[in-house]
């Protein structure tokens, strides 16, 4: 296991690097890509023997008998999440952009408002505008530097059009692992507003020393009648273009509704997705992402005590996650000005911080997952294009 090595991804297809020059102007030659949510590290050893079986095998036929799958998900969520998941709750997406505009379609109609909190994964408000639905934005507030919910505010901001609420929980970006209390106030607000609650917990794995992921049916179990879930692999164990997800209900009149819309769109499984889920969701998939974490966590300290020590940048401290947070409204520049420091100057790609909705104005998101000297070179390049600052 090994997270220092470098790996060359360009001209793999790999969207991350391949489309860094065309569409961020970031030289492919030695620029470095920190957008996407995926990582510069391969899975652990146990999904390769499974991908490598498969080849060696050489046939890819549709997929059947899905239980060992089905087993290794419910042996997951107990095992690292201490929640218990009955393998008939479980439904297989094609990843979880797939599996929210599944809920969008099946739990709202035209001209209904979904609830986001802001700023928040971008693909979430395009999938509902996309859907003629309407985003209603409950921006998160900042108490010491961190991302809090403010139930009164958003309560004021409720118009009686809203159906749905989407949660990101841990959260991208800014990484809050929301506390019990704080997912407790979702339920409510959702029991109050009469809200079908997706909580979208893809990030729920990648949380670091002094933190606690809790999944929503733990912290709320009296909403299982107006809750679906979200998990995957993917983000876990850097898997993203096998395209698979789970959307989890476990309540059985919403399985139902939910059930019809995944029929109405013929969606099947995708074998390597199966088999590489299957593979990862075991003790040797479980021991890789500890060492991930551990890793994970160095890298967040060097980025954080670079990026921190140019004056008017601020990198918010990730509770989870590996998407950095970086804001640049002190240094009194526009956003075309710092983003330009950092793609031109640095020769940087990021996620421009507008894209997350109201909040993220000012913002950028570094992905902080790639080895630890590539970390370090990223953080020396940004020190540069701010010198002047200091
Ligand atoms: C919160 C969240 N949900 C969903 C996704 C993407 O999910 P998928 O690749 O399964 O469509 C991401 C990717 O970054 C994400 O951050």
Redesign the pocket.
């Known amino acids: 296991m090994s997270f220092d090595e470098t790996i060359d991804r360009r001209g793999t297809h790999c969207v991350k690097w391949d489309m860094m020059e065309p569409m961020f102007g970031v030289p492919a030659k030695d620029g470095i890509a920190m957008w996407?949510?995926?990582m510069e590290f391969r899975p652990p050893a146990v999904v390769q023997r499974a991908v490598e079986a498969m080849a060696a095998h050489g046939l890819y036929g549709y997929f059947g008998d899905d239980r060992a799958y089905l087993q290794a998900i419910c042996w997951w969520m107990a095992a690292r999440h201490g929640w218990k998941v009955d393998p008939k709750a479980i439904f297989t997406?094609?990843?979880?952009?797939?599996?929210?505009g599944l809920c969008v379609d099946t739990f709202t109609a035209p001209g209904d408002a979904v609830v986001l909190t802001t700023p928040?994964?971008h693909?979430?408000a395009r999938l509902i505008r996309a859907a003629g639905r309407e985003v209603r934005e409950c921006p998160l507030a900042l108490v010491d530097g961190q991302q809090v919910m403010d139930f009164d505010v958003w309560d004021r901001l409720m118009t009686g059009t809203e159906r749905m609420m989407i949660l990101?929980s841990p959260h991208?970006p800014g990484g809050r692992v929301w506390t019990a209390a704080e997912l407790r106030g979702v339920a409510d607000f959702c029991i109050r507003h009469d809200l079908i609650l997706v909580s979208?917990e893809?990030?729920h794995d990648l949380v670091y020393p002094g933190h606690r992921h809790i999944a929503m049916p733990l912290a709320a179990p009296d909403i299982a009648d107006r809750l679906v879930m979200?998990t995957?692999t993917?983000?876990t164990f850097n898997i993203?273009g096998s395209?698979?997800?789970n959307v989890i209900i476990a309540d059985e009149a919403l399985r139902a509704r939910f059930a019809t819309r995944m029929n109405a769109h013929g969606i099947s499984p995708n074998s390597f997705g199966m088999h590489m889920a299957t593979a990862a969701y075991s003790p040797e998939g479980a021991e890789w992402v500890d060492g991930l974490m551990r890793y994970l966590d160095g890298n967040r300290r060097l980025f954080d005590d670079g990026m921190n020590a140019i004056p008017g940048v601020r990198s918010m401290a990730l509770q989870g996650?590996y998407?950095a947070w970086v804001d640049f409204a002190d240094t009194g520049m526009t956003p075309a000005e710092f983003t330009h420091r950092v793609e031109h100057d640095a020769r940087i790609a990021v996620n421009h911080g507008v894209v997350f909705g109201t909040g993220g104005e000012t913002a950028l998101r570094f992905n902080i997952a790639m080895p630890r000297a590539q970390v370090a070179e990223a953080v020396a390049r940004l020190q540069g294009a701010f010198a002047d600052l200091q």
């Not at 997406?93 to 929210?100: E, P, Q, S, Y």
């Open positions: 996407v949510a995926d997406t094609h990843g979880l952009v797939n599996g929210t928040v994964y693909a979430f990101c991208n979208d893809i990030h979200m995957a993917t983000k993203a395209h698979i997800g996650t998407l």
